[in-house]
């Protein structure tokens, strides 16, 4: 049974001959992966459109920084209840400045996300973690830190494609919903002669052949 089925492992397995051997289906994917199709784009395309996305984050980004907002106040809670049961005189030293740092940083980050500002979002948020951080707090500083990369990333690349959108010249969007680039001039076009065109030279006596 073994000796059988040995031989038929690297093609095709004698209960499924229709399935795709292995090596096909590593060609699809490179293939795949190597694909210049365009892909549709349901985002922004529009100078308009990403500069209002700049402008204000969406439903989701709000609701995430909405909702860090409330459990970083409650995280800054926790902070203040292990540093004075650990060591309640550093905590009178530094702990005060600290703490006040975290909650002022969770104030930021609701009143960001209430007013749809991404990258404010994303700098509170990746301070709020870092501070967290710095008071060795790593498993809840480090979430933080990631999610405000995110916001960070994500504002990034919207201005990113406005520049694109910008040098493109794309303002409106076609009826298939794809933008309508601006047309580019011909680079080989020679602009028309303007002015009196001057009659050929008449060829010298003795020289015609």
């Known amino acids: 049974m ?14 499924d001959p229709d399935k795709p051997t292995l090596s096909e289906r590593f060609t699809r994917l490179v293939m795949k ?25 969406d439903d989701k980004e709000r609701l995430i920084g909405l909702m860090a907002a409330p459990i970083a106040a409650a995280i800054g809670l926790v902070i203040i209840q292990t540093l004075v049961a650990h060591n309640a005189k550093a905590y009178v030293s530094e702990g005060p400045v600290l703490v006040g740092m975290v909650f002022a940083l969770a104030l930021g980050m609701l009143a960001a996300s209430w007013f ?14 870092l501070s967290l951080v710095n008071l060795k707090f790593w498993g809840f500083g480090v979430p933080y830190m990631l999610f405000g990369s ?16 910008q040098a493109d010249g794309t303002t409106t969007r076609r009826t298939d919903g794809t933008p309508a680039r601006r047309v580019q001039p011909n680079k080989r076009y020679t602009p028309p002669v303007t002015g009196t065109v001057k009659p050929p030279k008449a060829p010298k006596p003795g020289t015609e052949t």
Do not use: F, N
């Not at 549709?40 to 700049?54: F, R, S, Y």
């Not at 749809?116 to 973690?129: C, F, H, Q, V």
């Open 2 to 15: 073994v000796g059988h089925l040995r031989p038929a492992l690297p093609w095709r397995m004698p209960d």
């Open 33 to 57: 992966a190597d694909s210049t199709e365009p892909k549709d784009d349901t985002g922004p395309v529009t100078v308009d459109e990403i500069q209002e996305a700049i402008d204000r984050a």
């Open 116 to 129: 749809r500002k991404r990258l404010y979002i994303g700098i509170t948020m990746a301070l709020y973690g």
């Open 150 to 165: 995110w916001y960070l990333v994500r504002a990034y690349r919207l201005q990113q494609k406005l520049k694109l959108a």
